[in-house]
């Protein structure tokens, strides 16, 4: 849940980016890092695993200014895609206020697809979290590879599996090359935002 600290006027809010390994989580934040580098006061901490995949988290805190007096602080993380990892995205997710869920758009990762967004929803059940009713966004990451031949999952079919009940935002984008990063993050920070007003005037 968003840290409200009435004292300071600051609210703390925490954006997980969720998926399957090597769908592009990283690859968003470090897009991100580097677009908005002025802007971020604090490094981004990535710990890898001999794969080169994210062991742990991604952490790229910075300031989207003030809402209703209240300066904002925006904290990004991501999980590790390997199922084996799961206690740490379980970890990763706990006090989450909003969450991206970037899907890898290749065929030979249809499943991996489908099983990372069931691990999301019984992870944030855990935390009697319901994601129908939560601030979600969709990516749907890697669309620049039909340039190289690579085939792709139709987007009609990537709504049709992952959105048709959600019916939640959603993206075609490329992180490596930037296309809808950050269109991405400006959604997903503006209906976590709505959801922390709603809070904020309790």
Do not use: W
Not at 35 to 44: A, G, Q, S, T, V
Not at 49 to 58: E, S, V
Not at 102 to 126: F, H, P
Request: charged share 25%.
């Amino acid at each position: 849940m968003s840290l409200i600290n009435r004292k300071k006027k600051e609210v703390q809010i925490k954006i997980v980016y969720y998926g399957p390994g090597r769908g592009g989580k990283t690859t968003n934040l470090e897009f991100i890092n580097n677009k908005f580098k002025e802007r971020i006061k604090n490094e981004m901490i990535t710990i890898k695993t001999h794969g080169d995949r994210t062991l742990f988290f991604d952490f790229l805190p910075f300031d989207i200014g003030k809402i209703k007096g209240y300066s904002i602080k925006v904290q990004l993380y991501t999980v590790p895609g390997q199922v084996k990892y799961n206690a740490t995205r379980k970890l990763v997710l706990r006090g989450v206020d909003g969450i991206v869920f970037v899907a890898d758009s290749m065929v030979l990762r249809e499943d991996m697809n489908l099983i990372s967004l069931d691990n999301l929803k019984e992870n944030l059940l855990a935390f009697n979290r319901d994601l129908y009713n939560f601030p979600l966004v969709l990516q749907f990451n890697k669309r620049d590879l039909v340039k190289e031949g690579i085939k792709l999952i139709p987007i009609e079919k990537l709504k049709q599996d992952l959105n048709s009940k959600l019916k939640v935002p959603c993206f075609q984008a490329s992180a490596l090359s930037g296309i809808n990063v950050v269109p991405t993050l400006k959604k997903i920070i503006t209906e976590t935002v709505k959801s922390v007003q709603i809070k904020l005037t309790e």
